[in-house]
Each structure stands twice: as structure tokens, then as C-alpha cells.
């Protein structure tokens, strides 16, 4: 092995799911989101698993995303697009069979010219100012696009990570001011509003990042692990630096194990110095930068050397590693380089 292993545990995602699902009245549908190639996992396979496990509504980001999971998919599941109805995009929408979750007049307008008849939601904004109509325009259309019979009505909350924030509440209040009477299946919900009870869940809700096995979802099964493999070990005498600019230098003798992996592969250079890696349950520094494709690791206190270290897994998750680094889960997970050999593994030894 000479470039790390990431493990997916595809069995975890299910359980993930099945869990989120759980949380929710019978009678409300758990979709998937799966953008952004599953967060970074692998869109097919991931999918594939979700599927099986019992989804049958899946949303990405984009039409292009669309295309690599009906390939997955096959022709039965939903795959909704929260970006809408883009210019361009008429041809996939309409091969795919895809349904864009309209975000403005110029989307509607798009759409209901170019592909009258063809399924579509539509996207609310209640408050985040990110994407979809607000509540005059859509005071102003609502009738009209009533009756062309939407999917779904949907909104997405800015501070559903923090269930005490104001802004959950507020939120909810203008998603039912703005649909109230109105007989289409609504959705409000992601990871976070799941979590915060049955106010929030409507008709569909829409997890992503807690399948993957991450925050606010604290109960979610750990999905990844990241093995680094060691490409060779050195002894240090103290005085002695490590890696790029002598950021890290030994005040006492130890053993430096130099591992393959870097920020070519996703893992930032602001963890250099704070992270560490486990060999099984003992932490090990990483000592100096990360550089774009290697990491130094002090291994001076294990019993012997190392084959590999992990730098994801139960003892340290995206989370955990995100915190050091400045960042949340979500983009650990979305960094994670094209260079890793993947593993789909189902389930945990
Ligand atoms: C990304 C996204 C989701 C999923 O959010 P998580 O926090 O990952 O569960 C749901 N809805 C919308 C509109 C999104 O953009």
C-alpha cells in the first residue's frame, strides 16, 4: 500500500439512515441527500447502499449530479435538484428525469416554458437569503403555480446545528405562514431540524451529512476511516527540525515515522503541528507541516514501527479533525482527495 486507504462503511450509511428515519412519524418520508458526490464517498455505491436500505427520494446539488446517480439508481427513485431549473440544463432534467426544486420567477418561467408538465418543486427562502422565492413574489405567484401541481414545497434553516438558536423558530413560523392551506407534501428539514422533533419534520425531511456519520447527528455510526501508510522511519536527535520551514523542532531524542498522505489528498495544512494520528489507541503528533503529499508523525513512545497510522476512524472522526483544523466535518469529509485506493467495506470487524 503506498497511498492511504479509505475505508467507507457502507452498512453504517444504512444503519445512518434507518436511524434518522426512525426519528421521524411513520407517515413523513426520509429522502437522502447525496451532493457532492455523497459527500465526498462515492455517489454510486453510497446511493446504491441508501437505496437498499429503504430511500427512495434523493437530492443533489446540481443537474450534473443528477446524471451519475440515475446511472446508480436506475430509472424508480426520485432525484430532485436543489439548484433548479439552471440554463442549459433543460436536456438533462428531461433524459434524467429529474426534478428541479424552482428557486426564482426566472426558474419557473424556464421551466414551465421549456418542459411544460415536467415535474418540479419549489424552494422557499424563510430567512437564509441563499436560495429560493421569498415570500412577496411567492404571494404573488403561489395560485398560479398551484395549480401546475408541484412535487413539493421546501426551505432550508440556517441554524438548525443549534437547536436553542431564535431563527429555527422564526423559520418555521414563515414556512407555515407562507404555506398555509396548501395541499403539497412540504419539506423543512435536514440533519439538524430532524434532530430538533416533529415541528420541523412535515411531510419529507431531507438528511445528509448524519448519514455520513457526522454532527449534529452525535448518535450517527462512524462511516469513514483513513489509514496513512508509513514510507519510512527516521531517529531524531533533539535540536533536530522536521518538514517544510523547521516549524517543529526536538527538544528531546525520538523516532519521526514519515507517512503518505498530504494536502493533495485533502487534509489541511492548518492541522500541521495540532492534529494527531492513532496507531490503534495510542495518538501520535504530527510534528511539522503537512505537505502536499506527506505527513511526519512522532512515533518515539509506540513499542515498535508502525506499518500505518490513522488519521480517521472511531478514536478520531471528520468532526474531531475538523475541529483542530478550523473547519466542520462537512468539509473534511467533501476535501477528501481522488488518491486514496476506496474501500466499500459492510460492516465494522
Ligand atoms: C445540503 C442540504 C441538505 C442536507 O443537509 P445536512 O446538514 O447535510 O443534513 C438538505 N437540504 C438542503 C437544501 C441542502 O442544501
Redesign the pocket.
Known amino acids: 500500500m503506498s497511498t492511504g486507504r479509505l475505508t467507507i462503511d457502507l452498512d453504517a450509511v444504512a444503519a445512518n439512515w434507518r436511524a434518522l428515519d426512525a426519528k421521524s412519524d411513520p407517515g413523513v418520508q426520509t429522502a437522502a441527500?447525496v451532493?457532492a458526490d455523497a459527500y465526498g464517498l462515492g455517489v454510486g455505491k453510497v446511493a446504491r447502499a441508501l437505496a437498499a436500505a429503504g430511500a427512495r427520494r434523493f437530492?443533489v446539488?446540481v443537474a450534473e449530479e443528477g446524471a451519475a446517480l440515475r446511472e446508480a439508481l436506475g430509472p424508480g427513485p426520485e432525484i430532485s435538484v436543489?439548484g433548479g431549473h439552471m440554463s442549459g440544463d433543460t436536456d438533462m432534467i428531461h433524459d434524467l428525469g429529474l426534478v428541479p426544486m424552482l428557486n426564482s420567477v426566472e426558474q419557473l418561467t424556464r421551466h414551465f416554458e421549456a418542459l411544460p408538465g415536467h415535474p418540479f418543486g419549489i424552494q422557499l427562502d424563510t430567512g437564509m437569503n441563499r436560495l429560493g422565492m421569498e415570500p412577496p413574489e411567492w404571494a404573488t405567484l403561489r395560485d398560479l403555480i398551484l395549480s401546475q401541481n408541484p412535487r413539493l414545497i421546501m426551505s432550508?434553516l440556517a441554524c438548525a446545528d443549534e437547536p436553542t438558536h431564535l431563527m429555527n423558530r422564526q423559520q418555521l413560523d414563515t414556512f407555515h405562514e407562507m404555506t398555509e392551506g396548501v395541499d403539497v407534501p412540504r419539506s423543512l428539514s435536514?440533519?439538524?431540524g430532524i434532530l430538533m422533533g416533529p415541528d420541523y419534520h412535515f411531510d419529507l425531511t431531507?438528511?445528509?451529512?448524519?448519514l455520513y456519520g457526522g454532527l449534529p447527528f452525535d448518535n450517527a455510526a462512524p462511516v469513514v476511516t483513513l489509514d496513512l501508510p508509513v514510507v519510512q522511519i527516521r531517529d531524531l536527535a533533539a535540536g533536530e527540525s522536521v518538514g517544510y520551514s523547521n516549524t517543529w523542532v526536538a527538544e528531546h531524542a525520538t523516532r519521526v515515522a514519515t507517512v503518505s498522505g498530504g494536502y493533495a489528498d485533502g487534509i489541511t495544512r492548518h492541522i500541521s503541528n495540532k492534529a494527531v494520528m492513532f496507531h490503534e489507541d495510542t495518538p501520535c503528533p504530527i510534528l511539522g507541516r503537512v505537505s502536499m503529499d506527506l505527513i511526519t508523525v512522532d512515533v518515539g513512545h509506540l513499542k515498535g514501527d508502525p506499518k500505518a497510522l490513522t488519521l480517521l476512524g472511531t478514536h478520531q472522526t471528520p468532526d474531531d479533525l475538523a475541529d483542530v483544523g478550523g473547519t466542520i466535518g462537512?468539509e473534511v469529509l467533501t476535501q477528501l482527495g481522488a488518491r486514496y485506493a476506496r474501500y466499500y467495506a459492510r460492516g465494522r470487524g
Open positions: 441527500v451532493k437530492f446539488a436543489f432550508h435536514a440533519t439538524g431531507r438528511p445528509g451529512i448524519g462537512y
